[in-house]
């Protein structure tokens, strides 16, 4: 989910905005020795500052855009399910390890088509 505003500074196509929404992660692996699964689930906060071009129709209708954004996260949240697993194993470790990088991690992202309905 996702909640924002954009700001059309030139009347135009052409916008900026800012977003807050929310990213989730779950990753699972399964050892074929000895078939324990270990599972970690990422849920994070996030802030995008966005970028992009809409065209539609004014007094309503359908409209098509593109964009550009920074996704930022924050106060990720990290599960690790793995029953039979020790914390101290390596296995374990690289788990929480990777899912807290995951979810500390900023990136960008291109949406290369976005459709809506203007009413």
Do not use: H
Not at 7 to 25: C, D, H, K, R
Request: charged share 15%; aromatic share 18%; net charge negative.
């Amino acid at each position: 989910p996702e909640v924002g505003l954009l700001y059309q500074p030139f009347s135009g196509s052409f916008f900026l905005g800012l977003a807050f929404g929310q990213e989730n992660l779950t990753a699972k692996a399964t050892d074929d020795l000895t078939l324990q699964e270990i599972k970690a689930e990422v849920t994070a906060s996030t802030a995008m500052a966005k970028l992009g071009w809409m065209w539609g129709y004014a007094d309503g209708g359908w409209w098509f855009g593109v964009d550009f954004a920074y996704v930022s996260p924050f106060s990720a949240e990290t599960t690790i399910t793995a029953p039979g697993v020790l914390a101290t194993d390596p296995d374990y470790q690289d788990t929480v390890d990777l899912a807290n990088k995951f979810g500390e991690t900023a990136y960008i992202n291109f949406t290369f088509a976005r459709l809506g309905y203007i009413f």
